[in-house]
């Protein structure tokens, strides 16, 4: 079993940065491999990066590369991502989830076994 729980969340305008953290619980956290997703009012939730369980591979949808990073540090049982040059459209509550698959660019949801609350961001333009 693992319990994660996002933070960083926030407001903040166009063009600036911040930066999630996913701290997990449970000794196995380097078992799993990792993502972050979002969800914008009234729309589905989707996928938005992935980190494998060592943290050598990774994977980002293309509405974020080259904006956004994921990485993750397994001494501290926790995953970030770092969100530069956002953007209003990357508006939406951000998920941090855990899939047994080893694929870091496993992008459906019900592969995801273990979600965290969410974080709200927030980008006004």
């Known amino acids: 079993q693992v319990q994660l729980v996002e933070s960083g969340g926030g407001s903040v305008q166009a063009g600036g940065s911040l930066r999630l953290s996913c701290a997990a619980s449970?000794?196995?956290?380097?078992?799993?491999?990792m993502a972050w997703f979002r969800q914008a009012p009234g729309k589905e939730r989707e996928f938005v990066a992935g980190?494998?369980?060592?943290?050598?591979?990774?994977y980002h949808a293309d509405s974020v590369k080259g904006r956004f990073t994921i990485s993750r540090d397994n001494a501290k049982n926790t995953v970030y991502l770092q969100m530069n040059s956002l953007k209003p459209e990357d508006t939406a509550d951000y998920y941090c989830?855990?899939?047994?698959?080893?694929?870091?660019?496993?992008?459906?949801?019900?592969?995801?076994?273990?979600w965290g609350q969410g974080t709200q961001v927030t980008v006004s333009s």
């Open positions: 989830a855990a899939t047994f698959r080893a694929d870091p660019s496993t992008v459906q949801i019900n592969s995801y076994v273990f």
């Open positions: 980190i494998s369980w060592s943290g050598g591979r990774t």
């Open positions: 449970g000794r196995t956290f380097s078992s799993y491999s």
